[in-house]
């Protein structure tokens, strides 16, 4: 791969990591652009570059989750043997990403720890009813 495109990709992480870093101490709504570029140590061009708002950085970071499951899902042995696991994998995955998404769209009012542990209660719930 592109040494260029290996970079930019780990620029992206640095940037998603600092949102997350500072959405444990604020609301989403009062994070600014430059806190996250003063969180992740990236240049300010480097942010505009690559988002174009906050909300992209959320997107970002959902795609590359969407991806690595769906990787998950296409290229695991355990996985393709059973197709109602591969179903259980895309059901919960939306769930999270559409949580997200409401979650974002509320302000992310509750903190991020707050829904960490609500997923993992969801996950819990939902694995048990299906056993």
């Known amino acids: 791969m592109d040494k260029r495109v290996v970079k930019n990709e780990r620029v992206k992480k640095e940037i998603e990591k600092a949102l997350f870093t500072l959405l444990e101490r604020k609301r989403f709504s009062e994070i600014t652009v430059s806190d996250i570029i003063r969180t992740s140590g990236v240049a300010r061009a480097s942010y505009y570059r690559n988002f174009d708002s906050k909300e992209d950085v959320i997107e970002s970071y959902m795609e590359r989750q969407r991806r690595e499951v769906a990787y998950t899902i296409t290229f695991s042995e355990s996985l ?52």
Request: proline letters at 2%; a negative charge; aromatic letters at 12%.
């Open 80 to 131: 393709a043997d059973t197709s109602i696991e591969r179903y259980n994998l895309y059901f919960l995955s939306g769930a999270m990403f559409n949580t997200t998404i409401q979650w974002l769209k509320g302000g992310a009012v509750e903190a991020p720890r707050e829904m960490a542990h609500a997923f993992l209660h969801l996950l819990s719930s939902n694995n048990a009813e299906l056993d």
